[in-house]
């Protein structure tokens, strides 16, 4: 093309960026449709009837199903799930096994944020000591949690932890346990219990894919700038030469 004189550098940094930023926001596209779908089964299942503990472990899909326990908390394995915040303020879940008395099945039940202003104090619950009635659901994260180091399981409890993973409990204290957390309504020893479901709605993804379509489309609209000045360029200079000599 005798018209148009991008540059090598320019050519090779065009041919790296341009199709990872599409990548990318077709990638954020992708993303906000799995939330989407997220969401709508979240809707549906919620409304749904209430599961025992018995038919919830034999539930293929368990995600975001409603459940009913009757049972007691388990208050000497505490989990203290860190950096969770509220209307600008930090805290903590508190999570705690519970014996389901009628399938003899061990449940992680998440009951809710309470703050924790002063990192050098550790936080103030209690637990009911009572067998208690349970409204619950089951939360399943939409992707693996990156951690940059992993929680020790030797820790004492109340175990600060960043991330739950319920098997690996079982597996520590020996019990034949649910694999997924559950997330209590409001009743009996609950605290605050309005999570979101994903911390990024599908709208959020959307703006993203846009930002990332639309600096690739600059940046190749750069390129084509660049390309068709330098020929204009080069072009008036090969002229002036030709009229000098």
Same mark, same amino acid.
């Given at each position: #093309?005798?018209?148009?004189?991008?540059?090598?550098?320019?050519?090779?940094?065009?041919?790296?960026?341009?199709?990872? #930023?599409?990548?990318?926001?077709? $990638?954020?596209?992708?993303?906000?449709? !799995?939330?989407?779908?997220?969401?709508?089964?979240?809707?549906?299942?919620?409304?749904?009837? &209430?599961?025992?503990?018995?038919?919830?472990?034999?539930?293929?899909? &368990?995600?975001?199903?409603?459940?009913?326990?009757?049972?007691?908390? /388990?208050?000497?394995?505490?989990?203290?799930?860190?950096?969770? !915040?509220?209307?600008?303020?930090?805290?903590?879940?508190?999570?705690?096994?519970?014996?389901?008395?009628?399938?003899?099945?061990?449940?992680?039940?998440?009951?809710? =944020?309470?703050? $924790?202003?002063?990192?050098?104090?550790?936080?103030?619950?209690?637990?009911?000591?009572?067998?208690?009635?349970?409204?619950?659901?089951?939360?399943?994260?939409?992707?693996?949690?990156?951690?940059?180091?992993?929680?020790?399981?030797?820790?004492? $409890?109340?175990?600060?932890?960043?991330?739950?993973?319920?098997?690996?409990? $079982?597996?520590?204290? /020996?019990?034949?346990?649910?694999? *997924?957390?559950?997330?209590?309504?409001?009743?009996?020893?609950?605290?605050?219990?309005? =999570?979101?479901?994903?911390? #990024?709605?599908?709208?959020?993804?959307?703006? *993203?894919?846009?930002? =990332?379509?639309? #600096?690739?489309?600059?940046?190749?609209?750069?390129?084509? *700038?660049?390309?068709?000045?330098?020929?204009?360029?080069?072009?008036?200079?090969?002229?002036?030469?030709?009229?000098?000599?």
């Amino acid at each position: #093309m005798k018209g148009f004189r991008p540059g090598l550098v320019p050519s090779l940094v065009v041919a790296v960026l341009v199709p990872v #930023m599409v990548c990318l926001g077709f $990638w954020q596209l992708g993303r906000g449709e !799995q939330k989407r779908v997220l969401m709508d089964t979240y809707a549906e299942r919620r409304v749904a009837k &209430p599961m025992d503990s018995a038919e919830l472990a034999q539930t293929a899909d &368990p995600a975001f199903r409603p459940v009913s326990l009757r049972g007691h908390f /388990d208050a000497e394995h505490s989990l203290l799930l860190d950096n969770r !915040q509220h209307d600008g303020k930090v805290g903590v879940e508190l999570l705690q096994p519970f014996l389901d008395h009628a399938s003899g099945l061990w449940l992680l039940v998440n009951r809710g =944020w309470l703050p $924790w202003p002063d990192r050098r104090t550790p936080p103030v619950f209690s637990t009911p000591q009572q067998t208690v009635d349970l409204q619950a659901w089951v939360y399943v994260a939409p992707g693996a949690t990156f951690q940059l180091h992993a929680d020790p399981a030797s820790a004492p $409890w109340p175990r600060l932890v960043t991330t739950i993973e319920p098997q690996k409990l $079982w597996a520590e204290l /020996d019990r034949g346990g649910f694999a *997924y957390e559950l997330r209590q309504q409001s009743g009996p020893g609950a605290y605050r219990t309005d =999570w979101p479901v994903v911390s #990024m709605g599908p709208e959020k993804h959307l703006g *993203y894919a846009v930002q =990332w379509f639309a #600096m690739a489309a600059a940046l190749f609209g750069l390129f084509l *700038y660049l390309g068709w000045h330098n020929a204009g360029r080069h072009h008036g200079e090969h002229h002036e030469s030709n009229q000098h000599v």
